[in-house]
């Protein structure tokens, strides 16, 4: 009754202490195999995803399109990947939301 939602106390948490660097590298790294052609402005995007998630524990989607993410191109994620890869990543951002 205390904690009606443990999911919100797992978010919480991790906003406070992050993620471990090697467990946000491991998400990402058969993604960034599997599209190797992707641009040098898309790669320094995944860097910034993943020193964000790292430091946070998660972000929203629509920290996406803001800075520092916008820097790279005005669209964020739509504007470096096409429409396949950015539903791919955030499949992979939705892991960060669920688990612990």
Do not use: C, W
Not at 8 to 25: K, N, P, S, T, Y
Not at 35 to 56: D, G, M, P, R, V
Not at 80 to 96: A, M, N
């Amino acid at each position: 009754d205390y904690f009606p939602q443990a999911g919100g106390l797992d978010r919480a948490i991790r906003g406070i202490i992050g993620m471990d660097a090697e467990a946000v590298h491991e998400r990402f790294e058969a993604f960034v195999h599997a599209h190797s052609e992707i641009s040098s402005h898309a790669n320094k995007f995944l860097q910034l995803l993943q020193q964000h998630i790292t430091k946070y524990g998660t972000i929203e989607i629509g920290q996406l399109y803001e800075p520092p993410f916008t820097t790279l191109h005005n669209d964020g994620p739509d504007g470096l990947f096409d429409e396949l890869l950015v539903d791919e990543l955030l499949d992979i951002i939705g892991t960060f939301a669920s688990d612990g």
